[in-house]
């Protein structure tokens, strides 16, 4: 059947190229590798500040600390004094100007634009040799950031070893470093282990705020970051680092994002040696998403509050170039994740974010998201292992709380088999507070979990509201602990679906899938549900040519067709988000297991083996709704969805086969449009052959019809 | 056997007979084999009609690196952003003083969450910028009050009964509901200073 093949190969080239596209890259920088962890985090340096930097406009200066409490305001107009004889008037002056390790840089209220550094670099600057980025801007070696420090960095910081640099204001918004959109980054600390920033803002980039990359040992204290194209604080390759009391909003991408923090459990289990990184009392709302932990690494978050993004906290591999992929070893503990529900594709809609960066308004509130999200999310995993999330509070999201799904390897560039099912296993979900707030007011959540089905030991306790699916691994008091558990290699196929659909998201080109709910798509425009009504056309066309070919004048039979039909109404409803959690998909496939049980029961003597298949497809339907209700069947890589998908396939070119075929005339019940005396009946709908018993009922290809009832005369002289 | 032309293909076919006349003009197993045909080819068609729509989820393969939004640096001026960040809508600095309250988390526009009205105030050395007003809500709204002192102190809003330690140096916010009408006081305990006055109607 050549059309049939062509249409399934079709499908299936489709499917394996939808597979091999991967989401946009988070960002493009020169191989870096991991710090060799002989560092550590930097203490703070109180005392006299060695280097100075302020304006000259004294006037304005006496304003801004005139309302500063007293013992502040008299020690900054002392360093002032001080500052206007040996001071600088700009940030990057005084980093120039460090030349020993250990050096304190106190920078007084103020606005600092940092006119020298702040225009597009001339002469060589402007000729460098480098790859482009498919982002537009080169991607320089150190040795080419470090001739040309201004090229992609309002401030640079290359080299220095542990540099001080503190704002001396009552608040951090006192000392104010502004990007105005002409850099990549405001501030790059590169290759500078020590380094400790405290008390002020950085904001207004096409990339980075606070950008560290390949420390060794980084303090962020009590620093706020905002109006990014990506993100506000990036660091990178980086080890023994800490941020805390910090604040990072308005960012197309995350606020806070420890991308390929060192990955110093990697082989580990349970049991961690030590976080490379720590986030503590910092808030990150109103970006894309909160956290972004791409190879986030040995992450200890907690005490951190992700709230007013698109989705609150994503760590994943799912893009290429990270060193120490797959994810794994992060701990979130007693955050505070609620109300992630902000649509900020509309941006991208309406051409918003089509218009250069200083155009589109961050400071109004607009943000320009990077990346495909499920918006209404709490914490995302997208591939990751060994992941602890324990007593946080999650609440007021309008999709789910967690988020869990595998992320095969080739999509991070990784093609070797045996890593492909590399993830997303054994994370912990333990002691977490759902739907409520710390002061114990009801904000519950749509969902508790969606997960995808895939990866071993995943576990989840203490949940409360319904989850996708409904049945999932419990764990046990100790780490490693899982009752209820399995080892799918592959997730269910229609989340799958959905994944691959929702991936094709690309800000630039403002293409929003239309099948994805991420992006707005509802009811019958979602692909689950498209899936949901092509397979239940398919099912009813296919089942119902069946039932009337084989079975219609049997009562099993056409009992079985009327709920297989009920089950595949539910099964559409069932796909909607309103219903995908609740009791009606496992209804669903309980009806149709039942459909087909009881149809291939009846067929078994017509059609032996086509028989049994029929049942055989109807036992795996019904092992699938106890698979989602009752306890996930442990062992199998593959889930009963998928074994019931293949086998269906099968079993829908199996059945068009079966009913178009001659029936045999060893009928389960006589046909009442044949007179054995007369031979056919000319109206029959049927084609009987005459005599009565000629051939013997068997599967083997059309029946021998019997002799000729109209012979030719001629042809018995010929 | 003789090959006759199927009657349902010539004009004076009958849409009722159609069956029968094929049926006679030809053998059953020739007659057999195409009707077996005809279905396959429906069955076919059906399927790929299926196939068709399980694919329109597919689409074209996009390239390994999508790029993200552009990333042009701005060559000319941008207008000045030195505005303070609103920290209504966040519950990690709650504590025992302070009611927190934080709206609703129902909405899905980026002004989800913020107040109704935010009140900035700065107390320093005994005066209190802007001098203590009267400041007019409808019954419901939700109000961040933003304030700014150099001591430590108590901050209360009489009539909601929502209080908030004040830290010396530090901007901190108290974020409440006015649901009953009246005028209330906004005070700090220990300085004993009225910062404003809350008129609700």
New interface residues.
Partial sequence: MPRIRKALTALAACVVVLAGAAPAAAHEERPVGFPDGSGSVPEYRDGEPDLLVCKSDRADFERRVAGFPAELRERNLRLFERCQDDGFRHVQEAVDAVDEAGTNIAILPGLYQEEPTQHEPGGECAELKAPDSSFGYQILSYEQQKQCPANQNLIAILGKKDLQIEGTGASRGDVIIDGQYTKLNVIRADGSDGIYFRNFTAQRSTFNSLYILAGDGFVIDDVLTRWNDEYGFLTFASDHGLYKDCESYGNGDSGIYPGSASDVNSGRGYDVERYSMEITGCRSHHNMVGYSGTAGNSVWAHDNEFDHNMAGATMDSAFPGHPGLPQDHAKFERNLIHDNNLDYYRYVRDGTCAKPPAERGYEKGVVCPQISVPVGSGVITAGGNYNLFEDNWIYGQQRTAFVLHSVPAFIRGENSVGKQWDTSHHNRYIGNHLGVDRQGNSRPNKTSVWWDGQGEGNCWSDLSGPSNPPTLPSCGSSPGEVSGGSDRIVGEPVKLAQLLVCAEYDVKARKLPAGCDWYGARGVERVETQIALAVAAVLALVGGMLWWRTLRRDRWGTAAAGVGLAGLVLDVIGSASSYAHTAIPPVALLLLGLWWGVTGWRLREQRTVFGWVTVGLGVLTLLDAFDKTVVLIPWTPLGPAWLRTLVGIVWVLWAVVAAARQPLHADAAPDPDVDPDQGVNPDAGTEQPVPAATAPATDDGPTDPGPDPDPDPKAATA | ??HRTPTHLTPTHRASTH??SA??AS???T??RR??AR??RT?????????????????R??T??????????????????????DES????H?DDHGD?S?GS?????????LPDKTVRI?V??GKV?PPPGRIELDRGDRVALVV?T??ADELHVHGVDASTALA????TTLSFTVDRTGLFEVETHESELILTQLLVR
């Fill in positions: 056997m003789t069956h029968a049926r006679d053998t059953p197993r007659h057999g009707a077996t279905r396959t069955l076919v068609l059906a399927l790929v009609l299926a196939a068709a729509l399980t694919a329109a989820g597919c689409s393969p996009t390994h690196h999508k790029p993200g939004t552009s990333h042009d640096t701005a060559t000319g001026p941008v207008d000045p952003a030195t505005q303070p960040p809508g966040s519950d990690l709650d927190g934080n988390g129902a909405q899905d526009t980026p002004d989800d969450g700065t320093a050395g910028t700014t150099d001591r010396a140096g530090r901007a």
